[in-house]
């Protein structure tokens, strides 16, 4: 049986959200969205200078960038939206507590 990280996990949620918002059908990727917009996480992870808000949000951008398309990164509105649904998610009790174990992942991971 396959353990499912928290990673996965909030990408599926996410994905899941997205799908049902535009009518269609999630896309299936072998890089469970976490490299989608370019960014890999775990090597961000893996800065010292990066805070858990920054991981998170760029951790939103590439499941963003996954479903909408990765040449949307670059525009300002995208990146409102990225912005909006972080702060929905943090604003979100139990939005907060999976992306704080998502970043946790993400940090242990990258040691």
């Known amino acids: 049986m396959i353990a499912v990280s928290q990673t996965?996990?909030?990408v599926a949620i996410l994905r899941?959200?997205?799908s049902e918002r535009s009518g269609a059908r999630p896309a299936k990727t072998k890089t469970h969205g976490r490299r989608s917009s370019g960014v890999d996480l775990q090597a961000l992870a893996s800065l010292?200078?990066?805070d858990d808000r920054q991981l998170g949000r760029a951790l939103i951008q590439n499941v963003l960038a996954e479903h909408?398309?990765?040449?949307l990164v670059n525009d300002a509105k995208f990146q409102q939206v990225v912005d909006q649904v972080t702060g929905a998610i943090s604003e979100d009790p139990d939005g907060r507590a999976l992306m704080q174990k998502v970043v946790?992942?993400?940090?242990?991971a990258a040691r």
Request: glycine content about 16%; charged content about 40%; hydrophobic content about 40%.
């Open 8 to 10: 996965d996990r909030l």
């Open 16 to 18: 899941q959200r997205l």
């Open 48 to 50: 010292d200078g990066i």
């Open 68 to 71: 909408f398309g990765a040449e």
């Open 104 to 108: 946790g992942e993400l940090r242990a």
